[in-house]
Protein backbone atom coordinates (compact mmCIF):
# COMPACT_ATOMS: atom_id res chain seq x y z
CA UNK A 1 0.00 0.00 0.00
CA UNK A 2 1.09 3.78 0.01
CA UNK A 3 2.59 4.74 2.34
CA UNK A 4 2.27 8.40 4.59
CA UNK A 5 4.92 9.79 6.46
CA UNK A 6 4.57 12.62 9.15
CA UNK A 7 7.60 14.88 11.28
CA UNK A 8 7.49 15.08 13.66
CA UNK A 9 6.35 12.20 15.68
CA UNK A 10 6.13 14.50 18.69
CA UNK A 11 6.23 17.78 19.77
CA UNK A 12 6.30 20.30 23.03
CA UNK A 13 5.87 23.55 23.22
CA UNK A 14 5.29 26.69 24.98
CA UNK A 15 1.79 28.47 25.17
CA UNK A 16 1.82 30.79 22.47
CA UNK A 17 4.02 29.57 19.68
CA UNK A 18 3.65 28.11 16.50
CA UNK A 19 4.47 24.26 15.33
CA UNK A 20 4.05 23.29 11.91
CA UNK A 21 3.41 19.62 11.05
CA UNK A 22 4.29 17.87 7.67
CA UNK A 23 2.62 15.38 6.10
CA UNK A 24 4.64 13.85 2.69
CA UNK A 25 3.13 10.85 0.37
CA UNK A 26 6.02 9.06 -0.39
CA UNK A 27 5.30 6.96 -3.15
CA UNK A 28 2.19 8.58 -4.78
CA UNK A 29 0.97 11.69 -5.72
CA UNK A 30 -1.52 13.17 -3.13
CA UNK A 31 -4.43 15.25 -5.06
CA UNK A 32 -6.44 15.55 -1.59
CA UNK A 33 -5.08 15.18 1.94
CA UNK A 34 -6.68 15.22 4.85
CA UNK A 35 -5.97 16.36 8.61
CA UNK A 36 -7.30 15.01 11.23
CA UNK A 37 -7.40 15.12 15.26
CA UNK A 38 -7.82 12.23 17.88
CA UNK A 39 -8.55 13.05 21.57
CA UNK A 40 -7.25 10.77 24.03
CA UNK A 41 -9.67 7.59 24.26
CA UNK A 42 -12.02 9.21 21.12
CA UNK A 43 -12.18 8.61 17.33
CA UNK A 44 -10.47 10.96 14.84
CA UNK A 45 -12.60 14.01 13.63
CA UNK A 46 -11.86 15.46 10.59
CA UNK A 47 -10.17 18.91 10.72
CA UNK A 48 -9.79 19.98 6.92
CA UNK A 49 -9.48 18.92 3.51
CA UNK A 50 -7.19 20.37 1.48
CA UNK A 51 -6.51 19.81 -2.54
CA UNK A 52 -3.01 20.61 -3.97
CA UNK A 53 -2.54 23.92 -5.58
CA UNK A 54 -6.02 25.38 -3.57
CA UNK A 55 -7.05 26.75 -0.69
CA UNK A 56 -8.13 24.28 2.44
CA UNK A 57 -11.62 23.38 2.92
CA UNK A 58 -12.43 23.37 6.74
CA UNK A 59 -15.18 21.49 8.71
CA UNK A 60 -17.59 23.24 10.68
CA UNK A 61 -15.99 24.80 14.05
CA UNK A 62 -12.43 24.56 13.00
CA UNK A 63 -10.43 27.86 13.04
CA UNK A 64 -8.83 28.46 9.78
CA UNK A 65 -7.00 30.95 11.21
CA UNK A 66 -5.60 28.91 13.99
CA UNK A 67 -5.31 26.04 11.80
CA UNK A 68 -2.85 27.02 8.41
CA UNK A 69 -3.31 24.35 5.90
CA UNK A 70 -0.33 24.22 2.87
CA UNK A 71 -0.67 22.18 -0.51
CA UNK A 72 1.65 23.55 -2.27
CA UNK A 73 2.73 20.12 -3.95
CA UNK A 74 1.32 16.59 -4.97
CA UNK A 75 3.22 14.97 -2.09
CA UNK A 76 3.34 17.52 0.81
CA UNK A 77 0.86 19.46 3.04
CA UNK A 78 1.70 21.00 6.34
CA UNK A 79 -0.32 22.25 9.11
CA UNK A 80 0.70 24.82 11.55
CA UNK A 81 -1.02 25.72 14.64
CA UNK A 82 -0.78 29.17 15.50
CA UNK A 83 -0.73 30.28 18.87
CA UNK A 84 -0.85 27.43 20.30
CA UNK A 85 -2.67 26.98 23.99
CA UNK A 86 -2.82 23.74 26.28
CA UNK A 87 -6.71 23.10 24.68
CA UNK A 88 -4.80 22.41 21.39
CA UNK A 89 -3.05 19.24 22.58
CA UNK A 90 -3.95 16.23 20.83
CA UNK A 91 -2.81 13.55 18.53
CA UNK A 92 -2.66 15.15 14.33
CA UNK A 93 -2.99 12.62 11.74
CA UNK A 94 -2.58 13.27 7.98
CA UNK A 95 -4.08 11.46 4.99
CA UNK A 96 -3.86 11.04 1.33
CA UNK A 97 -5.72 9.57 -1.57
CA UNK A 98 -4.09 9.22 -5.14
CA UNK A 99 -6.67 11.00 -7.10
CA UNK A 100 -9.75 13.54 -6.41
CA UNK A 101 -12.14 10.36 -6.55
CA UNK A 102 -9.40 7.77 -5.68
CA UNK A 103 -11.33 5.21 -3.04
CA UNK A 104 -8.80 4.10 -0.54
CA UNK A 105 -7.24 6.71 2.11
CA UNK A 106 -3.64 5.57 3.67
CA UNK A 107 -2.72 7.06 6.82
CA UNK A 108 0.47 8.93 8.40
CA UNK A 109 1.77 7.28 12.17
CA UNK A 110 0.46 10.86 13.17
CA UNK A 111 2.39 13.85 15.43
CA UNK A 112 1.37 13.99 19.23
CA UNK A 113 1.14 17.93 20.19
CA UNK A 114 1.70 18.77 23.92
CA UNK A 115 1.20 22.79 24.63
CA UNK A 116 2.50 23.42 27.79
CA UNK B 1 -24.22 13.37 7.11
CA UNK B 2 -23.72 9.75 7.41
CA UNK B 3 -23.82 7.87 10.83
CA UNK B 4 -21.44 5.03 11.84
CA UNK B 5 -22.00 2.63 14.89
CA UNK B 6 -19.24 0.10 15.48
CA UNK B 7 -20.06 -2.90 18.32
CA UNK B 8 -19.20 -4.15 20.67
CA UNK B 9 -17.32 -1.05 22.35
CA UNK B 10 -14.71 -3.08 24.09
CA UNK B 11 -14.05 -6.82 23.85
CA UNK B 12 -11.77 -9.30 25.80
CA UNK B 13 -10.63 -12.46 24.32
CA UNK B 14 -8.45 -14.97 25.40
CA UNK B 15 -5.52 -15.72 22.91
CA UNK B 16 -6.58 -17.94 20.54
CA UNK B 17 -9.87 -17.04 20.41
CA UNK B 18 -12.04 -15.63 17.43
CA UNK B 19 -14.04 -12.53 17.38
CA UNK B 20 -16.37 -10.66 15.27
CA UNK B 21 -16.65 -6.71 14.70
CA UNK B 22 -19.65 -5.19 13.56
CA UNK B 23 -20.05 -1.75 11.37
CA UNK B 24 -23.73 -0.44 10.91
CA UNK B 25 -23.77 2.90 8.83
CA UNK B 26 -27.08 5.03 7.79
CA UNK B 27 -26.74 5.44 4.24
CA UNK B 28 -24.78 4.44 0.55
CA UNK B 29 -21.45 4.42 0.85
CA UNK B 30 -18.98 4.45 -1.87
CA UNK B 31 -16.28 3.77 0.35
CA UNK B 32 -15.73 1.75 3.58
CA UNK B 33 -12.52 0.90 5.19
CA UNK B 34 -11.01 -1.17 8.13
CA UNK B 35 -8.11 0.08 10.63
CA UNK B 36 -6.32 -1.14 13.09
CA UNK B 37 -4.69 1.47 15.51
CA UNK B 38 -2.08 0.28 17.01
CA UNK B 39 -0.80 1.28 20.53
CA UNK B 40 1.32 4.08 19.00
CA UNK B 41 -1.44 5.68 17.20
CA UNK B 42 -0.32 4.57 13.91
CA UNK B 43 -3.67 3.53 11.12
CA UNK B 44 -2.97 0.38 9.74
CA UNK B 45 -5.23 -0.01 6.87
CA UNK B 46 -6.92 -3.86 6.70
CA UNK B 47 -9.07 -3.95 3.86
CA UNK B 48 -10.88 -1.35 1.61
CA UNK B 49 -14.44 -3.22 1.19
CA UNK B 50 -17.26 -0.94 0.32
CA UNK B 51 -18.81 -4.78 -0.91
CA UNK B 52 -18.30 -8.30 -0.72
CA UNK B 53 -15.67 -10.51 0.88
CA UNK B 54 -12.10 -10.25 1.35
CA UNK B 55 -9.33 -12.51 3.57
CA UNK B 56 -6.25 -11.52 4.38
CA UNK B 57 -4.19 -14.12 6.70
CA UNK B 58 -6.92 -14.52 9.68
CA UNK B 59 -8.77 -11.68 9.11
CA UNK B 60 -11.61 -11.23 6.74
CA UNK B 61 -14.18 -8.77 6.15
CA UNK B 62 -17.84 -9.00 4.47
CA UNK B 63 -19.73 -5.86 3.67
CA UNK B 64 -23.54 -5.93 2.77
CA UNK B 65 -24.17 -2.49 0.97
CA UNK B 66 -27.51 -3.19 0.43
CA UNK B 67 -27.80 -3.88 4.45
CA UNK B 68 -25.62 -1.14 5.18
CA UNK B 69 -23.88 -3.29 7.72
CA UNK B 70 -20.08 -4.51 7.41
CA UNK B 71 -18.32 -7.32 9.91
CA UNK B 72 -14.59 -7.64 10.67
CA UNK B 73 -13.49 -11.08 11.48
CA UNK B 74 -10.61 -11.92 13.45
CA UNK B 75 -9.17 -15.68 14.08
CA UNK B 76 -6.99 -16.93 16.35
CA UNK B 77 -6.33 -14.06 17.79
CA UNK B 78 -2.74 -13.15 19.15
CA UNK B 79 -1.67 -10.35 21.84
CA UNK B 80 -0.46 -8.27 18.74
CA UNK B 81 -4.32 -8.51 17.73
CA UNK B 82 -5.00 -5.68 20.40
CA UNK B 83 -5.46 -1.85 20.16
CA UNK B 84 -8.37 -0.09 18.55
CA UNK B 85 -10.32 -1.14 15.26
CA UNK B 86 -11.93 1.51 13.52
CA UNK B 87 -14.67 0.99 10.36
CA UNK B 88 -14.88 4.57 8.57
CA UNK B 89 -16.88 5.06 5.57
CA UNK B 90 -17.87 7.39 2.20
CA UNK B 91 -20.70 7.78 1.57
CA UNK B 92 -22.09 8.50 -1.96
CA UNK B 93 -21.53 12.13 -2.95
CA UNK B 94 -19.21 13.39 -0.31
CA UNK B 95 -15.39 13.62 -0.25
CA UNK B 96 -14.66 12.39 3.45
CA UNK B 97 -14.34 9.44 5.52
CA UNK B 98 -16.23 9.49 8.16
CA UNK B 99 -15.24 6.94 11.22
CA UNK B 100 -16.97 5.09 13.91
CA UNK B 101 -15.95 5.15 17.40
CA UNK B 102 -13.89 1.87 17.50
CA UNK B 103 -13.92 -1.45 18.67
CA UNK B 104 -10.77 -1.36 21.80
CA UNK B 105 -10.13 -5.42 21.78
CA UNK B 106 -7.85 -6.81 24.20
CA UNK B 107 -6.26 -10.21 23.48
CA UNK B 108 -4.96 -11.62 26.73
CA UNK B 109 -2.14 -14.86 27.17
Known amino acids: GAVVSQHPSWVICKSGTSVKIECRSLDFQATTMFWYRQFPKQSLMLMAT?????????EQGVEKDKFLINHASLTLSTLTVTSAHPEDSSFYIC????????????FGPGTRLTVL | GIQVEQSPPDLILQEGANSTLRCNFSDSVNNLQWFHQNPWGQLINLFYIPSGTKQNGRLSATTVATERYSLLYISSSQTTDSGVYFC???????????FGKGTKLSVIP
Open chain 2, 88 to 98: AVRGAGSYQLT
Open chain 1, 95 to 106: SARDSPIGNEQF
Open chain 1, 50 to 58: SNEGSKATY
